[in-house]
Protein backbone atom coordinates (compact mmCIF):
# COMPACT_ATOMS: atom_id res chain seq x y z
CA UNK A 1 0.00 0.00 0.00
CA UNK A 2 1.63 3.38 -0.90
CA UNK A 3 1.26 5.92 2.19
CA UNK A 4 3.45 7.31 4.97
CA UNK A 5 3.60 6.88 8.63
CA UNK A 6 5.18 8.43 11.23
CA UNK A 7 5.12 8.78 15.09
CA UNK A 8 6.82 11.06 17.19
CA UNK A 9 6.56 12.24 20.72
CA UNK A 10 5.95 16.13 21.48
CA UNK A 11 6.07 18.43 24.59
CA UNK A 12 2.78 19.30 25.91
CA UNK A 13 1.51 21.48 28.92
CA UNK A 14 0.71 18.31 30.99
CA UNK A 15 3.16 16.00 29.66
CA UNK A 16 4.64 14.31 26.51
CA UNK A 17 1.82 14.01 23.62
CA UNK A 18 2.05 10.68 20.96
CA UNK A 19 1.66 11.83 17.21
CA UNK A 20 0.80 9.45 14.63
CA UNK A 21 0.24 10.43 11.04
CA UNK A 22 -0.83 8.07 8.86
CA UNK A 23 -1.45 8.64 4.76
CA UNK A 24 -2.42 5.74 2.71
CA UNK A 25 -3.06 6.25 -1.15
CA UNK A 26 -6.12 4.75 -2.77
CA UNK A 27 -4.78 2.04 -5.38
CA UNK A 28 -7.96 2.73 -7.71
CA UNK A 29 -7.83 5.65 -10.11
CA UNK A 30 -4.55 5.98 -9.45
CA UNK A 31 -2.09 7.80 -11.60
CA UNK A 32 0.05 10.74 -12.56
CA UNK A 33 -1.62 14.10 -11.96
CA UNK A 34 -1.88 15.07 -15.81
CA UNK A 35 -2.94 11.33 -16.51
CA UNK A 36 -5.58 10.33 -13.71
CA UNK A 37 -8.10 13.00 -13.18
CA UNK A 38 -11.76 13.46 -11.76
CA UNK A 39 -13.96 10.55 -11.56
CA UNK A 40 -14.49 6.99 -13.23
CA UNK A 41 -17.15 4.88 -13.60
CA UNK A 42 -17.35 3.58 -10.06
CA UNK A 43 -17.68 7.35 -8.51
CA UNK A 44 -13.66 7.05 -7.42
CA UNK A 45 -11.96 10.02 -7.38
CA UNK A 46 -8.82 10.38 -8.91
CA UNK A 47 -5.45 10.44 -6.92
CA UNK A 48 -7.51 9.85 -3.49
CA UNK A 49 -5.12 10.19 -0.07
CA UNK A 50 -6.65 9.57 3.00
CA UNK A 51 -4.68 11.32 5.79
CA UNK A 52 -5.11 10.44 9.83
CA UNK A 53 -3.79 12.33 12.29
CA UNK A 54 -4.08 10.56 15.53
CA UNK A 55 -2.89 12.59 18.97
CA UNK A 56 -2.43 10.70 22.62
CA UNK A 57 -2.91 12.75 25.21
CA UNK A 58 -0.68 12.39 28.89
CA UNK A 59 -1.89 10.69 31.88
CA UNK A 60 -2.98 7.27 33.24
CA UNK A 61 -5.87 6.88 30.86
CA UNK A 62 -5.75 6.01 27.14
CA UNK A 63 -7.28 9.25 26.03
CA UNK A 64 -6.84 9.75 22.24
CA UNK A 65 -8.15 12.14 19.53
CA UNK A 66 -7.99 11.66 16.18
CA UNK A 67 -8.95 13.58 12.71
CA UNK A 68 -9.56 12.37 9.09
CA UNK A 69 -9.06 14.16 6.13
CA UNK A 70 -9.45 12.86 2.50
CA UNK A 71 -8.25 14.67 -0.95
CA UNK A 72 -8.87 13.83 -4.31
CA UNK A 73 -9.14 15.18 -7.75
CA UNK A 74 -12.39 17.04 -8.05
CA UNK A 75 -15.33 14.58 -8.38
CA UNK A 76 -16.67 15.24 -11.23
CA UNK A 77 -15.98 13.86 -15.41
CA UNK A 78 -12.78 16.15 -16.21
CA UNK A 79 -9.59 16.07 -17.82
CA UNK A 80 -6.81 18.60 -18.46
CA UNK A 81 -3.70 18.49 -20.31
CA UNK A 82 -1.54 20.02 -18.71
CA UNK A 83 -1.26 22.87 -15.93
CA UNK A 84 -1.37 25.71 -19.16
CA UNK A 85 -4.74 24.68 -20.89
CA UNK A 86 -8.20 24.49 -19.96
CA UNK A 87 -10.08 22.07 -18.05
CA UNK A 88 -12.61 19.72 -19.99
CA UNK A 89 -15.74 18.39 -18.48
CA UNK A 90 -16.43 14.96 -20.32
CA UNK A 91 -19.54 14.36 -19.79
CA UNK A 92 -22.86 16.09 -19.51
CA UNK A 93 -25.06 17.24 -16.78
CA UNK A 94 -26.86 13.64 -16.09
CA UNK A 95 -24.00 11.44 -15.93
CA UNK A 96 -21.70 14.14 -14.10
CA UNK A 97 -24.31 13.94 -11.44
CA UNK A 98 -24.88 10.41 -11.22
CA UNK A 99 -21.14 9.85 -11.00
CA UNK A 100 -21.17 12.60 -7.90
CA UNK A 101 -23.99 10.65 -6.62
CA UNK A 102 -22.38 7.20 -6.21
CA UNK A 103 -19.01 9.31 -5.08
CA UNK A 104 -21.00 10.93 -2.10
CA UNK A 105 -22.67 7.95 -1.32
CA UNK A 106 -19.66 5.84 -0.79
CA UNK A 107 -18.09 9.35 1.18
CA UNK A 108 -21.14 8.70 3.33
CA UNK A 109 -20.25 5.35 4.11
CA UNK A 110 -17.39 5.37 4.78
CA UNK A 111 -16.36 8.59 6.87
CA UNK A 112 -19.93 9.66 7.86
CA UNK A 113 -21.12 13.30 7.21
CA UNK A 114 -18.17 15.51 5.35
CA UNK A 115 -17.83 18.58 3.70
CA UNK A 116 -16.36 19.59 0.59
CA UNK A 117 -13.75 22.34 0.24
CA UNK A 118 -12.84 23.43 -3.22
CA UNK A 119 -9.34 24.07 -4.03
CA UNK A 120 -10.44 24.56 -7.69
CA UNK A 121 -9.15 28.25 -9.16
CA UNK A 122 -11.10 30.19 -11.48
CA UNK A 123 -7.93 31.58 -12.77
CA UNK A 124 -6.56 30.48 -16.55
CA UNK A 125 -2.99 30.52 -15.22
CA UNK A 126 -1.33 28.27 -12.45
CA UNK A 127 0.51 31.38 -11.62
CA UNK A 128 -1.80 34.03 -10.71
CA UNK A 129 -3.15 31.14 -8.31
CA UNK A 130 0.04 30.29 -6.74
CA UNK A 131 0.97 34.11 -6.77
CA UNK A 132 -2.51 34.17 -4.45
CA UNK A 133 -1.06 31.74 -1.85
CA UNK A 134 2.48 33.21 -1.27
CA UNK A 135 1.22 36.74 -1.11
Given at each position: MPGFAQCQELPGPEGKLLLVLLARRSRRHAGTRYNARGLDDDGEAANWVETEML??????????????????????????????????????????????????????????????????????????????ALA
Open positions: VKLPGNKEHWLALTQVRGSAPVFWEQRSSGSNVTVTRGFELASLGFQKHEAWMQREYGDSFYVSLLSQAGNKRDTEGL
